[in-house]
């Protein structure tokens, strides 16, 4: 049980961070994104989801900074 709670808790985890760099006008630091992140979530962990994601390709790394990717799926349907 404890272990799905885990799991359950770093999907969130995933959703609020992404959220934060969706609704961002420009990219982010793991500095900036903790201190937007209303839970006390240390930078190592914020790193990791955002690698996590970065792998994903959700998310992009450049220059020290986090930025939201849109998904190519969705740009290709509104291409067609």
């Known amino acids: 049980m404890r272990a ?7 999907a969130i985890e995933k959703g609020v ?3 934060l760099l969706e ?8 500095y900036e994104i903790r201190s937007q992140y209303k839970r006390n979530l240390p930078d190592y ?3 990791r989801i955002l690698r ?3 792998i994903e390709g959700s998310v992009s790394y450049r220059k020290g ?3 939201f990717v849109a998904s190519k799926s ?5 291409s067609a």
């Open 17 to 19: 961070i992404v959220e």
């Open 45 to 47: 962990l914020i790193s």
């Open 65 to 67: 900074k986090w930025s």
């Open 23 to 30: 609704r961002s006008s420009r990219a982010l630091s793991v």
């Open 74 to 78: 969705s740009s290709n349907k509104s």
């Open 4 to 10: 799905l709670d885990t799991k359950d808790n770093y």
């Open 52 to 54: 996590t994601l970065s």
